[in-house]
């Protein structure tokens, strides 16, 4: 313990010693050099004093300039050093957050399963006694469908909570996964409360990303238009490819988001409904920003509100 501080101070100690006694020597020269110029040029005793004048004014001046600028090249040296200090020091932090949130997603994934198996269990059992009507076979259909979506959506979470650097990804059709959204929000209770007819144009394109994930982020903003539109709403996902980047738009005839909270409305918790957790737009983001995208909103053709997620093409 004891020859802590003698290691942390013997490389500034040394490198003071150096720079104090390279300073003298640099100034004795000087003066002893100085004073046999001097001696040779002056005329007279006044003469001399006028040069010994002018040359400690020299001397000042010059050391002057050399410390102001080995100051300015420590302090600036200092201050990087601090700033990839603080830096790397944020990255630990963040790291450690990251692991920490993987864990909790492993962990709430994994007891959600466990009780959607009881969910799942409970409707096989409904089902089984045979005596029910058509109408309610189909509502047990869909409840068994969206356990099954719900598992799926769990068991992927808990994969990637193992992963230490990214998702897993794969390259797919996304029109193709487009569709699938389609008919997973229209056999949705929201979407089907809501009455929404809900549309998809434009061309394709192969993304490289989790296509999991990104149902989930697409199904979700429908589900904000669904809530935003209300009944006999319409709700268009419209396809764009360009150059290198793919927008998936999601587009409602709702009331559409005001420019004073667009800035907000990715942030987490908050929310303008009543109900809401304010997570399902950060979810969204969230999943753009893994695959190396973005998530933007504006104002639609359709009158409410376009929520744009570009995406990178794959290469």
Not at 112 to 138: H, P, V, Y
Not at 173 to 190: I, T
Request: charged share 25%; proline share 3%.
């Amino acid at each position: 313990m004891g020859e802590k501080p003698t290691t942390t101070w013997r490389k500034p100690t040394r490198f003071a010693s150096k720079l104090t006694i390279g300073y003298l020597l640099v100034a004795l020269f000087y003066i002893l050099l100085s004073t046999v110029v001097a001696s040779g040029w002056a005329e007279d005793i006044d003469s001399l004093a006028r040069i010994e004048q002018i040359k400690g004014m020299a001397f000042i001046a010059i050391t002057a300039i050399a410390l102001f600028f080995l100051t300015r090249y420590l302090m600036q040296k200092l201050e990087d050093q601090i700033e990839t200090s603080v830096a790397k020091e944020r990255e630990l932090e963040a790291e450690e957050n990251r692991t920490i949130t993987k864990s909790m997603i492993g962990s709430i994934a994994h007891d959600s399963n466990n009780m959607l198996s009881t969910i799942l269990f409970g409707s096989e059992l409904l089902r089984a006694q045979g005596s029910l009507a058509d109408k309610q076979l189909e509502t047990l259909g869909r409840i068994k469908s969206a356990g099954e979506q719900i598992r799926e959506l769990n068991n992927r979470l808990i994969e990637a909570s193992h992963f230490d650097d990214q998702l897993p990804v794969e390259v797919f059709d996304v029109r193709e996964a487009m569709q699938e959204v389609l008919h997973l929000a229209r056999a949705s209770a929201r979407v089907h409360q809501a009455n929404c007819k809900i549309q998809l144009t434009g061309n394709s394109a192969r993304l490289r990303a989790n296509r999991h994930l990104l149902i989930q982020a697409v199904q979700n903003l429908i589900f904000n238009a669904a809530d935003a539109t209300g009944r006999n709403g319409s709700i268009e996902i419209r396809l764009r490819p360009r150059e290198d980047w793919f927008d998936i738009e999601v587009h409602d005839n709702g009331p559409g988001v005001p420019e004073n909270i667009r800035d907000r409305i990715f942030d987490p918790f908050y929310s303008e409904k009543a109900e809401g957790n304010g997570l399902g737009l950060v979810a969204v983001k969230a999943c753009a920003k893994a695959f190396s995208g973005d998530i933007f909103v504006a104002d639609s053709d359709l009158g409410g509100a376009c929520f744009r997620l570009t995406l990178p093409k794959s290469r």
